[in-house]
């Protein structure tokens, strides 16, 4: 796992070197961010598996989501620690889908390299289906905490208050949100189509979502300009 | 004059549809009871659970169609608040069936049932300040009692210390909302939710203390509580926004 995450992490953090772009640096940085999760969370769960003796069943449904959600997140939650300017923009939450999708890549390669066994055939849906809907379901995990932090920042729910509980919130969603999904993609009786169909819609959905966070982004360029001076 | 939304009277159908459910599940649970059959685990436990889940499903769907026709965002928050809490009972459910054993207590499922009360504090704390309705200090016994009561009830008991400390958590968290749901009935205001929101919160009380302190982790006369309670809380939040009160 770590051979794969330094494989994918180097050349993409020498890529983002030469980038001049800084939006697209961001977002490749929270990429590489979610591809060291990835071998970071296969430590921790492995670690775990031994300490308290779990089956591999209860790890994969239960305690897998609570770690690898949490090691996707700390980016996230770095920002709104310490730069908090960047949660003022939707592409914050784009930089939390490409977590997901970079700590799935990790997790992708390291299944295929345990799934060498299998036909082309068989290999060849087996990387469809986890490409298709364990990283849509990572992206769109890690999102639900992007969007949470990006609302929050930008006043939405400030006649709320409470921050802290709708960011606790927003981690427990996501981390319910890839339980369930491991659940049923773990006991196969309806797994695979259903993987497939909810990846899918939560890609739809994703897209619809960043479209209109585009599209109001164009018409206020910036919300947080819009809130009083003494609200700040 | 007023026209009622369709969604008005469609969440109120579905509240209706949740007690006529709950009325039909207290009495196979009493004939079972009394004559010693076993009619509901039987026959009735794979419809009531569907019903169940389904019964929330819809109260959340209708919090989250209420919101965007009246882009209302208190509709949203509990919509979400219910999510949480959905999304958690069908994870329960699927396990259950999936691996044909009872989940843990507490299990990652606990996440979803906590996440309904860090919603719903903020939600009726937010009608309280929109209403101008001062919080009692009297109530402050009922976010107590809760976890007083839990810890009465496992004195003695080999309980590991990570589930008491959760357990006493979430207790925590369903006393202080049966708290400030009780202070909106006294104010004798937004009593439709204050009502769906204390008896979510008692039953989960409940649930909480049984499963601490015996090995049963589905309590099936609870159950309608829950989904009646959540029905109720859509019903009341869409009624408020079509009489005008959250505006």
Not at chain 1, 123 to 135: F, K
Not at chain 2, 109 to 130: D, K, M, N, S, V
Not at chain 2, 147 to 170: D, E, K
Request: net charge neutral; aromatic share 14%.
């Amino acid at each position: 796992m770590l051979a794969l995450s330094v494989a994918i992490t180097v050349p993409l953090l020498l890529l983002i070197l030469l980038v001049d772009n800084p939006q697209t640096r961001f977002l490749l940085l929270f990429f590489v961010w979610g591809a060291i999760a990835g071998f970071l969370a296969s430590e921790i769960n492995t670690e775990l598996l031994f300490m308290f003796r779990l089956s591999t069943r209860d790890l994969q449904i239960q305690f897998a989501p609570i770690v690898e959600e949490f090691l996707k997140a700390l980016p996230l939650f770095a920002v709104a620690i310490a730069a908090r300017r960047y949660l003022a923009r939707h592409e914050f939450i784009l930089a939390a889908i490409f977590v997901g999708f970079g700590f799935s890549l990790v997790e992708n390669f390291s299944f295929l390299i345990r799934a060498q066994d299998l036909a082309t055939i068989e290999l060849t849906q087996y990387v469809i289906t986890r490409s298709v809907s364990t990283t849509i379901m990572h992206g769109t995990a890690t999102g639900v905490i992007g969007v949470t932090l990006y609302h929050l920042y930008n006043g939405t729910l400030d006649e709320f208050g409470f921050w802290p509980l709708f960011v606790v919130y927003g981690y427990c969603l996501a981390v319910l949100l890839h339980a369930l999904f491991n659940l049923i993609v773990l006991f196969e009786v309806f797994g695979r189509p259903v993987a497939i169909a909810s990846g899918l819609v939560s890609y739809l959905v994703l897209w619809v979502f960043l479209r209109r966070y585009r599209q109001l982004t164009r018409t206020q360029p910036d919300l947080r300009a819009a809130v009083p001076p003494e609200k700040s | 004059m007023i026209r009622e939304h369709p969604l008005q009277s469609v969440s109120l159908a579905v509240f209706a549809c949740a007690i006529i459910a709950a009325i039909g599940v207290g009495g196979v649970l009493l004939t079972d009871t009394f004559s010693g059959t076993t009619l509901f685990s039987e026959v009735f436990l794979d419809l009531h659970y569907l019903l169940m889940n389904g019964f929330f499903m819809l109260a959340v769907s209708l919090l989250f169609v209420g919101y965007y026709h009246y882009q209302r965002l208190v509709l949203l928050v509990a919509g979400l608040a219910l999510s949480g809490w959905t999304l958690a009972h069908v994870y329960w459910t699927l396990y259950v069936y999936l691996a044909s054993v009872p989940i843990t207590y507490p299990s990652v499922a606990e996440l979803g049932f906590q996440a309904f009360y860090l919603l719903i504090l903020p939600t009726l704390l937010y009608l309280h300040r929109h209403a101008e309705i001062r919080l009692r200090r009297s109530l402050v016994p009922i976010i107590i009692a809760g976890p007083v009561l839990l810890a009465v009830a496992t004195i003695g008991q080999p309980i590991p210390i990570g589930r008491f400390v959760y357990s006493l958590w979430y207790v925590t968290l369903a006393g202080a909302s049966l708290a400030i749901a009780t202070n909106l009935l006294l104010s004798h205001r937004f009593r439709g939710i204050a009502i769906g929101v204390a008896l979510f919160a008692i039953s989960d009380i409940t649930y909480t203390t049984i499963a601490i302190i015996t090995p049963q982790l589905t309590v099936e006369f609870l159950d309608p509580v829950w989904y009646v309670s959540a029905t109720l809380i859509a019903a009341s939040l869409l009624r408020y926004e079509q009489e005008g009160w959250l505006r």
